[in-house]
């Protein structure tokens, strides 16, 4: 069924194509995180994807010639063709497709543990334009981790979907797809796709929304107003167990209740140089859509109390101030709860997260360091229905490091030349013990006071360094080394490689 879904969109694309450029993104931030150890973990660039505009009719296998040729273009430092591209030239307009296929291979070995796994991949990738009107993109692939993949499935940060098992081995089967398709209008962008998306500038993973958890199928809006935007998304999002796992009869194993997430967003530029937005999240589940939650234009959380209070609100607000040409300050604070009369009290309920940061770029090519501080209060994220906790599939939708937490993060990255950057990362993080997992039903907590770190406390360091090598717009290459140690425990240091090739 997937070969036939996607022979049947490759024939409906040939009418595809591209011309002025457009951006389609309503949340990306300003300043993010380039240290990634993996290629795939690198969500795509949709601006580059949609904006992509092929010059010549082309077909990689269309002749013995032409597959020589492209051989040839594969080793080409300048050649940026893909296997088949088609562009319908009109006199107004143009439309345009574009067809790549890629695979790729990573390999981790903790020298700690050593313990070692490995993760191959292959995909197909397509984009493409009708009229400047109609864009969409589609990428699948698929791979598998061999050897250790126990471990992977613990610690890989690529293992954040559907997976099978192996039948001849213990290794694990996954695949993914990440797809969009947006009308570009006057009235706004409207969008229907399957993605993820994360909000608020940040190095060491958004307290708002981060990208870290699997892609989730939504429909969006994003409407200009001059120097404000108005942004709207509805998600649907998979609970973290089913009624099998919370007791019931296990013929419910796959019995997955109704979860979703609406994001209602309002952004404000003034002039290049500031940015503020401020906006609302809605966790809610166990029942069908509701049609109060997509109304773009209202208060959501006004509407949640009129709902009897049985969804999970949290309210965020953020900026970016460029103070300088070369100089970045940025900060994100999302609430849950919050009494005013409670505000400078440890009382449980005052959860929030706040973040801020400052980005400085140095005096050779696009270098920069980093700093940031995060911090997070217990119960964080948590809610008393399973259903509302902020979370998809069992991974966490805000600060990936959990809650009841302080942390101090740094990265340097170094462009060092056309096809060569250097990106170190290094973190301190202090965290308690109660309340810093979203998991946790809150109505458990022990008492009604929360003191920062309370509980156990978990001093951890982790320092990295990633080199990669863009050895031409063919092939990538990645290495890095991470150590992390637990303060009184072992240090537990870590390889990995990873290569694409694209055409």
Partial sequence: MKKISIIFSLLISCFLSAENFVSLTWNEPQISSLYQP??????????????????????????????????RNCISKTDNSSFYSKN???????????????????????????????????????????KSKLFYYANWYMGKFGLDSDVAKKTSPLFDTWKQQSTNDDGFYLDNMTAKISYHSSVGDFTIG?????????????????????????FSHNLQLGKFSLSFMHATL???????????????????????????????????????????????????IDPSYLLPHTFMRVTEHNLYDRDNVLIFWGGDWQISSSNTIYSN????????????????????????GNSQKLFFRDSKITVEFTAVRPWMYTHK???????????????TAGSNILQYTVELNLDLANNLKLDLQSSYSRQGSVGNDFLVNYKDRPTDEANWLEG??????????????????????????????????????TISISYQAIY
């Avoid at 543990?113 to 292959?122: L, P, Q, R, V, W």
Wanted: aromatic share 16%.
């Fill in 38 to 71: 993996y290629i795939l973990q690198k969500n795509l660039n949709e601006n580059e994807l949609i904006n992509l505009s092929p010059k010549d009719d082309y077909l990689a296998i269309s002749s013995p010639k032409s597959l020589v040729q492209a051989f």
């Fill in 385 to 399: 229905y399973l259903v509302n906790k902020f979370s998809n599939e069992k991974k966490p939708l805000g600060f």
């Fill in 194 to 218: 399957r993605g993820k998306y994360e909000i608020g500038s940040n190095i060491s993973g958004s307290v708002i929304l981060n990208d870290v958890a699997n892609d989730y199928g939504y």
């Fill in 88 to 130: 319908i030239q009109s006199a107004q307009t143009s439309s345009h497709l574009n067809l790549r296929f890629y695979a790729g291979a990573d390999y981790t070995r903790n020298l700690t543990t050593e313990k070692h796994y490995y993760y191959y991949n292959y995909a197909v990738l397509f984009t493409g334009n009708i």
């Fill in 456 to 493: 156990d406390i978990t001093d951890k360091y982790r320092n990295g360094v990633i080199l990669t090598w863009q050895v031409n717009h063919h092939h990538l290459f990645k290495i890095g080394y991470e150590i992390e140690q637990i303060r009184s425990e072992d240090a537990n240091d």
């Fill in 333 to 356: 604070l999302i609430l849950d709860e919050l009494s005013k009369s409670k505000i400078f009290t440890n009382w449980w309920g005052n959860k929030y997260a706040f973040q801020i």
């Fill in 238 to 288: 998979v609970a973290d167990s089913t009624n099998a796992e919370i007791g019931n009869n296990a013929l419910y194993y796959k019995n997955y209740e109704d979860k979703y997430l609406v994001v209602h967003k309002l952004d404000w530029n003034p002039n290049p140089k500031f940015h503020f937005f401020v906006g609302e999240h809605i966790i809610y589940g166990s029942r069908n």
